[in-house]
């Protein structure tokens, strides 16, 4: 999914995680030290988790998205660290290269533009194809029930407020989506950008993957409430 041009001048103040990003790292590992290991990002952005990776001694990160500004700040953000490739890119599509002993792909990227569970399941074992035995693809979802008891239908939050504009957002809740509308005025120009992910469920994800005799999957809450999910998926 394409970001809007303010995307990436607004970013720190409207998405960046923060102290969380090494928490997160942390989480995605669950427990096994990195050092030394070969991993993965789908979907890097900016790098704050990529970062968080490489505090915690990964040998080898590759940084994939597919927008070239995207590159272009990890370029400039991770030009003096040999440990660092970065690659334009579609992580769902790429099958060749080298394995990796984790993939993981945050701020639900992994459900963004996808239209049913089938696709789904696709990407993950697209993704599983390219990852070592032993290892496993990581990945984060929104929690459909749950986002709707803390975002409910016709809730307008506003999550930035500042000298450069106010940006706000709603959930729609559709039957196979989620759809997060932003809204608002940013550097005196009015702002409108839509996420449509797929309707995250971890009972039907989990039946679904149940189907598919190599994989298994696991669950861990990102926060409190269960609406920021941490999906592993590994080979059986």
Not at 53 to 77: K, N, Y
Not at 165 to 187: C, F, T, W
Not at 199 to 223: K, P, T
Request: charge should be negative; proline fraction near 3%.
């Amino acid at each position: 999914m394409k970001h809007p041009h303010w995307y990436f001048t607004f970013y720190s103040q409207l998405f960046d995680r923060g102290a969380l990003y090494a928490a997160e790292a942390r989480a995605i590992c669950q427990g096994t030290s990195p050092i030394g290991q070969s991993v993965q990002e789908i979907g890097a952005g900016t790098g704050g988790h990529a970062a968080a990776m490489l505090a915690l001694g990964v040998e080898q990160l590759e940084l994939l998205d597919v927008e070239e500004e995207a590159t272009d700040v990890l370029r400039e953000r991770f030009a003096a660290d040999n440990r660092v490739t970065i690659v334009l890119g579609n992580g769902f599509h790429r099958k060749s290269g080298s394995p990796f002993d984790l993939v993981y792909c945050m701020y639900s990227v992994a459900t963004q533009s996808c239209d049913s569970i089938k696709e789904l399941i696709g990407r993950i074992d697209t993704v599983i194809h390219r990852v070592k035995p032993g290892g496993r693809y990581v990945f984060e979802a929104i929690d459909y029930e749950a986002s709707s008891k803390i975002y409910p239908p016709g809730l307008r939050t506003c999550v930035f407020d500042g000298l450069e504009g106010q940006v706000y957002i709603e959930s729609i809740y559709m039957p196979n989506a989620l759809r997060i509308v932003y809204s608002g005025h940013l550097a005196g120009n009015s702002i409108s950008y839509t996420v449509r992910m797929l309707r995250f469920s971890r009972r039907e994800i989990a039946e679904a993957l149940s189907q598919v005799s190599h994989l298994s999957i696991g669950f861990e809450n990102l926060d409190e409430q269960g609406r920021r999910v941490l999906c592993r998926v590994s080979e059986k």
